[in-house]
């Protein structure tokens, strides 16, 4: 009577103390649970190598084996490969029991092996052959009747020939053949019936060829057949008529690479036994309904790679053994909520290339058993949370937790935004006590300053935000791509370096004019000077801000990564953003550098020119050698920071496939370099800077003298420095303002003296 309470009690402890299951456990984003123990680990940790959870279930399921590779070993392991098993028998066999063999073939018990024998047609040999192993000839046609006397044959090997036609009788007698391969040939046409006595046929593998068209005909007879692939052949369509007809049985399926473009409700209606359906590379842009209603035993259905825009809402309802689904790189924009409902047992799904406007969590919460997923964005990953493995992990940027995944980038970034903003305030600062009577080079110089700024402010806004968004990246990723302040950060990036591209462009072009051309006095002045100052601003504000007037146009601009920064071209949401970016990065900049690197070489030329008809002739070829030297340190670093750019631009053009870390390394390392190191070449190592500063180092020392003389008289400077030109090569008389009203009076110094002025 006191026995029922007891064991209730002790139901509850142990109800109470017993860990949770898997399915119980609730694990944040980004996480995993740990087998059948309430722990969540980091998605990252993953298969790592190390027993993180504790009961080693972090390193169970490592690899994606669901679909065909579990089929495959299911049913054919030691089958496919010719190898495993026939190498085992030649071993246990050396003698020969078909007769006589061709010359360069082998022969162990009942095989026959001529492997690269150069036959040109099929040999003869005894007929109680039952392996016939023929690759790598020059055999072009099948012959009527070429095989019938081989009635114990059960594998036959073909592939790699140059065969073209195959006879309706050609396979006739081979009663027996379980194995037949006909990969990588040049078949264009298979007649129906071809293979009627192939009633024991297991596996067809007509891989690479050209087929152009098929009945279902053809295969009348194959009642037990298990797989059939035709990957990469040129195959315009499916039949109307039911595929599986004559073939009941048949369990694989494989037409990559061919050109279907739909799938219809009746094409798979006989196709019951089907568990490996391969339609990938094809041309499909239409499914059916119920195009998959009868395929009930499918284990993996694999449709990357068509042109299927939209996925009917009830496609998967009947595929309830489905373990893996790849539906990867098709234009697809919208993916119904519920569109994996009923797909309880699926393992491992594939999304890459699809960009999901509407994704959301409860698209894949249904999905209880999947292990692995596969997203376009790693952003995505979020979204389904409970998934151990998902792919990518990141896009070399930003990680799962962090907007910017290595602390080097963290640490670059702080650093280059301080370095950058620091340098160019100091010297927009000082620039105007520097004096000088070339005004309009000095407000360039600022112009250039105020956009290298510009960069700093950007790498430090993309800092604050990484702070804020530690360890916890993923729940805003991508609210933060899509949030104005991303759009308005990514804008001050192309601003400033499309400014500061022109302004150096501009610059360049002042000084060539001035060495190469002295007499014309084309330079600048002051107005024209301030016009094209504005007018490049202006341009700069266009090209930044124009992705953010037209969404429709555009679409997410600068949202493509974490950073804001547009750089690749197969991240844009439409051609026309793709185009865009091309005229940007591949028009202007390629451009602006031509010209300057023409430019300096122009320039560099001139003076070595100057050089050979000089009297002094040491002092000369030095100074030569000092500007080449800069020269080289100007355009280098000019390069330094544009040419990764390009490249990679074009590479994004041609759809080659960039690594993740290389835009990484371009855009937090390589991009800001310019904006770091222009007030340095451009002012803080130029003639009229070092002037000022021991200048200025000179009056400190007179005051710091005087007052400890006790004398209250002033220092007052000798001379006043003029930017243009340097001190020491002036004659007296042309130490007075006066003589530097016109800038481009150049008849009075030589040509490498008014180059260092400007260096």
Not at 491 to 496: D, E, G, P, T
Not at 727 to 745: G, N, R, S, V, Y
Request: aromatic share 12%.
């Amino acid at each position: 009577m006191t026995s029922g309470p007891f064991f209730l009690c002790i139901f509850l402890i142990g109800k109470y103390f017993t860990p949770g299951s898997a399915q119980d456990v609730r694990c944040p984003i980004g996480s995993f649970p740990c087998g059948n123990i309430t722990k969540c680990l980091p998605q990252l940790l993953h298969c790592n190598g190390v027993d993180d959870c504790g009961n080693q279930a972090d390193e169970d399921n490592c690899e994606d084996n669901n679909g065909w590779p579990l089929q495959f070993d299911k049913y054919f392991a030691g089958d496919y490969k010719l190898g495993s098993t026939d190498l085992m028998k030649a071993a246990a066999s050396s003698r020969c029991l078909i007769g006589s063999v061709p010359r360069h073939c082998s022969c162990q018990d009942r095989e026959l092996h001529c492997d690269e024998a150069n036959l040109r047609a099929v040999p003869t040999v005894s007929s109680n052959v039952t392996l016939m192993s023929l690759q790598w000839n020059f055999i072009r046609m099948l012959p009527p009747n070429g095989f019938r006397k081989y009635h114990a044959l059960q594998k036959l090997y073909l592939q790699n020939n140059k065969i073209r036609s195959v006879s309706i009788s050609a396979f006739r007698g081979l009663y027996s053949l379980t194995k037949l391969y006909l990969s990588h040939n040049r078949i264009t046409f298979l007649k129906p019936g071809v293979f009627e006595d192939l009633r024991r046929l297991e596996w067809l593998i007509i891989e690479d060829n050209h087929l152009s068209q098929i009945s279902p005909l053809t295969f009348y007879g194959l009642n037990s057949l298990i797989l059939l692939e035709l990957m990469s052949n040129v195959f315009t369509g499916l039949p109307d008529k039911p595929l599986c007809q004559h073939m009941p049985q048949l369990q694989w399926l494989d037409l990559e690479g061919n050109r279907v473009h739909s799938l219809r409700n009746l094409t798979f209606i006989s196709c019951n036994n089907l568990t490996v359906l391969v339609m990938r590379k094809n041309k499909i842009n239409h499914l059916d309904e119920h195009a998959f209603t009868h395929l009930q035993k499918l284990n993996e259905l694999d449709l990357g790679n068509n042109k299927i825009e939209s996925l009917p809402p009830d496609i998967f309802k009947d595929l309830k053994e489905l373990s893996q689904l790849d539906i990867s790189y098709n234009p697809i924009q919208k993916i119904q909520v519920n569109q994996f409902d009923y797909l309880a047992k699926l393992k491992s799904l594939h999304l890459e290339g699809i960009e999901i406007s509407n994704i959301q969590q409860r698209m894949f919460r249904p999905l209880v058993n999947l292990s692995h997923i596969y997203f376009k964005k790693f952003q995505y990953c979020g979204y389904a949370p409970h998934v151990r493995s998902c792919k990518p992990n990141t896009d070399g940027i930003s990680s799962l937790e962090d907007l910017l995944a290595s602390t080097i980038q963290r640490v670059f970034v702080w650093v280059v935004s301080a370095v950058t903003c620091f340098g160019n305030i100091f010297v927009v600062c000082m620039r105007p006590h520097i004096r000088s009577e070339n005004k309009t080079l000095a407000m360039s110089i600022i112009s250039l300053c105020c956009a290298d700024c510009l960069m700093g402010v950007y790498l430090f806004v993309i800092g604050v935000f990484d702070l804020k968004f530690r360890g916890e990246y993923n729940k805003h990723a991508q609210l933060w791509m899509e949030s104005g302040h991303c759009q308005f950060t990514g804008s001050l990036a192309v601003l400033s370096t499309e400014v500061s591209v022109l302004l150096l462009t501009f610059l360049t072009l002042e000084k060539y004019i001035c060495i190469v051309y002295p007499f014309r006095c084309l330079r600048p002045r002051k107005c024209r000077t301030i016009a094209v100052l504005v007018f490049i601003w202006i341009f700069g504000f266009v090209v930044a801000f124009a992705p953010l007037s037209n969404k429709s146009f555009f679409k997410n601009y600068y949202g493509t990564n974490g950073v804001c920064f547009p750089l690749t071209s197969e991240d844009m949401g439409t051609t026309g953003a793709q185009i865009y970016s091309v005229v940007v990065f591949l028009g202007i900049n390629v451009v602006a550098f031509i010209i300057i690197v023409f430019s300096y070489g122009s320039m560099f030329y001139s003076v070595h020119q100057s050089t050979l008809t000089a009297t002094e002739i040491q002092t000369q070829v030095k100074r030569e050698m000092i500007l080449a030297k800069r020269f080289f340190f100007i355009v280098f670093t000019d390069a330094l920071c544009w040419i990764p750019i390009f490249i990679l631009k074009f590479l994004s053009l041609l759809q080659v496939e960039i690594p993740d870390t290389i835009t990484s390394w371009v855009v937090i390392f390589i991009l800001p370099i310019n904006s770091t190191l222009n007030p340095i070449i451009y002012t803080l190592t130029t003639r009229p800077f070092k002037e000022m500063i021991h200048q200025l180092w000179y009056n400190y020392r007179q005051r710091r003298s005087v007052n400890r003389k006790g004398t209250q008289k002033a220092y007052a400077p000798s001379f006043i420095w003029a930017e243009m030109w340097p001190l020491q090569e002036m004659p007296i008389e042309f130490m007075k303002p006066a003589a530097f009203t016109d800038p481009c009076d150049l008849s009075l110094v030589s040509q490498s003296s008014r180059l260092n002025s400007y260096l």
